[in-house]
C-alpha cells in the first residue's frame, strides 16, 4: 500500500501537482499513508474510513497555506489517532505580460522569493535576455497564445503590464479562466474600470471580474519601477496570506497615490 503512495507522490512532484501527504504517527495505524489531491481524489488510506474522510476535508487547508503539521482525530470507537500532514507544493510561478520596465526589477525579485518566472511580451527586442536576466523562460508570442501553452495552476500569479488593452484583454480572457491564485493589471482606477466594462461586455461576471487585482500592487506611495515592483510582491504574498495588506502601525501622514496609478 505504501509503495503505490510513495510512487503516487513522487510522480505528482514531477508533475508539479499540488498534494497533500498524510502519514499516521500514534496507535496501532501508525505508519499507515495516505495522499490527498486538490480534486479530492486519494491514494492509499490510513486505515480507517472516517480518517480518511476526515483528513481529506483538513488537506485542502494545507493546500492553501503549503505547510505542514500534525493533528489529531478522534475515531467513532474513542481511540485518538496523531496524523501528520504536508503539503507538497509546486513551484510558485510568476508569469509577467509586457516586458515594460516595471518588469525588470519584478522578475529579479520574485527569483529572490523563489518563484519561476516567465516573461510573455509579442514584441521581441522587449523580450530579451539582455533585459530580463533573471527570467527562466522569456516567450515572444501574443499573450493568449503564451498563456495557451503554460501549466497554470493555482501556484501559478499572473501579472499583466501591458498598457494596451489589444495585450492585456487576450491575456484576461485566458487568466480569468484560469486557476490562478493571483491576477493583477496595472493602471489608474479610471483604466481599470474600463477594462472591466470591456470584460463585461464580453461576458465575465462580476465575481469572476473580482478576481482581478486592479489598480495592482500595495499602496506604498512607490513611484520607480523597483518600488512598484515591491508594492506589486507585496500584495502577492498578502493575498496568499490572506492578509489585506494593512499597515503594522498608523501611518505618519496622509497615503500616497496606490502605485498602479501611473498608467
Known sequence: MNGEVFEALRRAIHDEEAVVSATAVSGELAGRKMLVFEDGQT???LGAPELDSAVRADAETFLASGEAAART????????????LEAHLPPRHLVVI???HIAIPLVAMAKELGYRTTVI???EF????????HADQLIVAWPDEALSQIKITPQTDIVILAHDEKFEDPALHVALRSRAGYIGAIGSRK???QRLE???????????LARIHAPIGID??????AEIAVSILAEIIAVRRGRIGQPLRPAKSEPAVASGEGG
Open 43 to 45: 491514494v492509499g488510506s
Open 126 to 133: 522587449f523580450a530579451t535576455r539582455e533585459r530580463f536576466p
Open 73 to 84: 482525530y478522534r475515531l467513532p470507537d474513542g481511540r485518538e489517532v496523531e496524523v501528520f
Open 98 to 100: 509586457g516586458a515594460v
Open 191 to 193: 483604466t481599470s474600470q
Open 121 to 123: 511580451d509579442a514584441r
Open 198 to 208: 470591456r470584460l463585461r461586455r464580453a461576458g465575465f461576471s462580476d465575481e469572476e
Open 220 to 225: 506604498i506611495g512607490a513611484k520607480t519601477p
